[in-house]
T-cell receptor
Framework: KAGVTQTPRYLIKTRGQQVTLSCSPI?????VSWYQQTPGQGLQFLFE???????NKGNFPGRFSGRQFSNSRSEMNVSTLELGDSALYLC???????????FGSGTRLTVV | DQQVKQNSPSLSVQEGRISILNCDYTNSMFDYFLWYKKYPAEGPTFLISISSIKDKNEDGRFTVFLNKSAKHLSLHIVPSQPGDSAVYFCAASDGGGSNYKLTFGKGTLLTVNP
C-alpha cells in the first residue's frame, strides 16, 4: 500500500513569506502528526490531528498552524517565515493509537 | 527541558558485534517507548517498541530493554550489519487520554564498519 506522501520535497522561501506543506496519510489512517527536525534539536512535535480535530499541540509560536481535511489529508502552514524555520518537516500517520507512526520522507524547507 | 536524552551523538562498531544504543528519560509519566531508524533524505522508520509493563521486547536482531527505576532504555542490535548504519531515535509517549504525542531524543548516529 502507498506510504505517507509529503509534497513538495524541497522548498526555498524568502524571510517574511508564508508556506504551505501537504501530507497525504496512508489510506485508513485518521491521525496525522507533524514534526520539525533540525540538527540541533532533533525531532520536535508540532501538532496532531485526528478526524479533522487538533488533539495536541507542541510548543511552537502561532505562526505555525495546520488543518486536516475530511479525507485525512493534512496541511501545515508557516507564516512570516524566519531563518530559524529552515528545517526538515516530517508528517506521520497512524490509525490513531500509539503503535508506531509511519513517517513520510519530509519536506526540506530552506528560508533565505 | 529535554525529557528524552540520547547522550551519545555517535557510535561506531564492527560488523558482527553488538551495538548498544542508550536512552534516558525524565518524565515518569512516559509509559510507551519506541525506537526509530533514519537514513539521510528519508523519514524515520519504526523499529521496535516497548510498553512500561514489560522490561524486554525482541524482534529478530533487535531487542529493547527498559529499566523503569533508572528511567533508562537501550536498544541492542545483534549482530550488527553495515546496513544498520543510520541515525537512531528514541521516543516516548505518556499516552494520557488521547495524548499521542511522541517526545524524541536527538538521535545517535550508528556506524557499522565492515
Amino acid at each position: 500500500k502507498a506510504g505517507v506522501t509529503q509534497t513538495p520535497r524541497y522548498l526555498i522561501k524568502t524571510r517574511g513569506q508564508q508556506v504551505t506543506l501537504s501530507c497525504s496519510p496512508i489510506s485508513g489512517h485518521r491521525s496525522v502528526s507533524w514534526y520539525q527536525q533540525t540538527p540541533g534539536q532533533g525531532l520536535q512535535f508540532l501538532f496532531e490531528y485526528f478526524s479533522e480535530t487538533q488533539r495536541n499541540k507542541g510548543n511552537f509560536p502561532g505562526r505555525f498552524s495546520g488543518r486536516q481535511f475530511s479525507n485525512s489529508r493534512s496541511e501545515m502552514n508557516v507564516s512570516t517565515l524566519e531563518l530559524g524555520d529552515s528545517a526538515l518537516y516530517l508528517c506521520a500517520s497512524s490509525v490513531g493509537d500509539r503503535n508506531g507512526y509511519t513517517f513520510g520522507s519530509g519536506t526540506r524547507l530552506t528560508v533565505v | 527541558d529535554q525529557q528524552v536524552k540520547q547522550n551519545s551523538p555517535s557510535l561506531s562498531v564492527q560488523e558482527g558485534r553488538i551495538s548498544i544504543l542508550n536512552c534516558d528519560y525524565t518524565n515518569s509519566m512516559f509509559d510507551y517507548f519506541l525506537w526509530y531508524k533514519k537514513y539521510p533524505a528519508e523519514g524515520p522508520t519504526f523499529l521496535i517498541s516497548i510498553s512500561s509493563i514489560k522490561d524486554k521486547n525482541e524482534d529478530g536482531r533487535f531487542t529493547v530493554f527498559l529499566n523503569k527505576s533508572a528511567k533508562h532504555l537501550s536498544l541492542h542490535i545483534v549482530p550488527s550489519q553495515p546496513g544498520d548504519s543510520a541515525v537512531y531515535f528514541c521516543a516516548a509517549s505518556d499516552g494520557g487520554g488521547s495524548n499521542y504525542k511522541l517526545t524524541f531524543g536527538k538521535g545517535t548516529l550508528l556506524t557499522v564498519n565492515p
